[in-house]
Nanobody
Framework: QVQLVESGGGLVQPGGSLRLSCAAS????????MGWYRQDAGKQRELVAA???????NYAESVKGRFTISRDNAKNTVYLQMNSLKPEDTAVYYC???????????????WGQGTQVTVSS
């Protein structure tokens, strides 16, 4: 099983930027489609960005044009560059392997600790 560790969150003012990282264990990381999810208190977890093994990307409408997902297979890491952050982006952000490209279902039912992003003045 792939182990996933998220990092890079923090407190940022509206309009600011953060880059999240998700480090994965396992030598076959490159074959997986990966997704960044987020969950705020009292809300359902949602998929915000996805990247395929072939580097295709998809984004939720709410983050399109502001967030960029990327991956470095040599480092077994997927990134989420978040620009023009808004208070509504506040959430705990998680990464997971995607069960299938084009879908939102995560492959692993268990989640890492996530990384908290707080956008506030």
């Amino acid at each position: 099983q792939v182990q996933l560790v998220e990092s890079g969150g923090g407190l940022v003012q509206p309009g600011g930027s953060l880059r999240l990282s998700c480090a994965a264990s396992g030598s076959i990381f490159s074959i997986y489609a990966m997704g960044w999810y987020r969950q705020d208190a009292g809300k359902q977890r949602e998929l915000v960005a996805a990247i395929s093994s072939g580097f295709r990307t998809n984004y939720a409408e709410s983050v399109k044009g502001r967030f960029t997902i990327s991956r470095d297979n040599a480092k077994n890491t997927v990134y989420l560059q978040m620009n023009s952050l808004k208070p509504e982006d506040t959430a705990v952000y998680y990464c997971n392997v995607l069960r299938s490209w084009g879908g939102a279902e995560p492959f692993f039912s268990s989640w890492g600790q996530g990384t908290q992003v707080t956008v506030s003045s």
